[in-house]
């Protein structure tokens, strides 16, 4: 008896330690990255251009620290100028700055208002632990000039612009803009996890019974 109500005391530790662990992980299909504030809140009054005279793309990067597949970006925006479509692309990282580009989101279209734009991923690329990626927002038409609104929350760079003729230019001391990135963990669900250590503990209880 007493060595079963030890037993019985070791699976509650343990079951406790896996149900804090698990707490831990990133949620399922959840929000990995933002510079959004509380009820999706950002600066509705500054931003940077997109396109226009300079032909200006804009970026900013995050890491995960996990394997992740991207579900979504999430953007605040709003169009200036005519013709209104633009385009934003996910893109691995070369050396501090954008990279290739991993999916692309073509023909967006900013509202006249300031809005946030939900874009849903088609190919949901795998977001590698320890890796850095960027978002980045251009104008293919140097005629379109919209703005990616700032975040309001004080967040500075990492991020990046082009102009076209200089290069991409690391501004660390900027604002960063508004922008969220939604992924689902590439781990198991916590509920296949716990089911699958459940069956382990009984297979060795019943084990210990067998023996006595």
Request: net charge negative.
């Amino acid at each position: 008896m007493q060595i079963q109500a030890e037993l019985k005391r070791m699976v509650a530790r343990i079951v406790a330690t896996v149900v804090l662990a698990l707490a831990a992980l990133p949620s399922w299909g959840a929000m990995v990255f933002t510079t959004f504030g509380p009820g999706d809140s950002y600066n509705d009054a500054s931003g940077y251009n997109i396109g226009g005279s300079l032909d200006q793309e804009i970026a900013i990067s995050f890491t995960l620290g996990f394997s992740a597949t991207l579900d979504s970006i999430r953007v605040a925006t709003v169009h200036r100028e005519d013709p209104n479509s633009y385009t934003v692309y996910l893109a691995s990282d070369n050396s501090g700055e954008p990279g290739a580009a991993l999916e692309t989101f073509s023909s967006l279209v900013f509202t006249d208002p300031s809005s946030i734009l939900t874009i849903n991923s088609l190919t949901n690329p795998l977001l590698g632990p320890g890796a850095t990626y960027w978002i980045v927002m251009i104008a293919p038409d140097v005629d379109s000039r919209g703005v990616w609104r700032w975040n309001d929350q004080g967040f500075l760079g990492p991020s990046s612009r082009n102009t076209g003729t200089s290069g991409w230019m690391v501004a660390e001391d900027l604002p960063s803009p508004a922008v969220e990135v939604n992924a689902t963990a590439d781990i198991p669900e916590p509920s296949t996890v716990v089911l699958a250590l459940t069956g382990l503990l009984a297979l060795f209880a019943a084990r210990h019974r067998a023996r006595r």
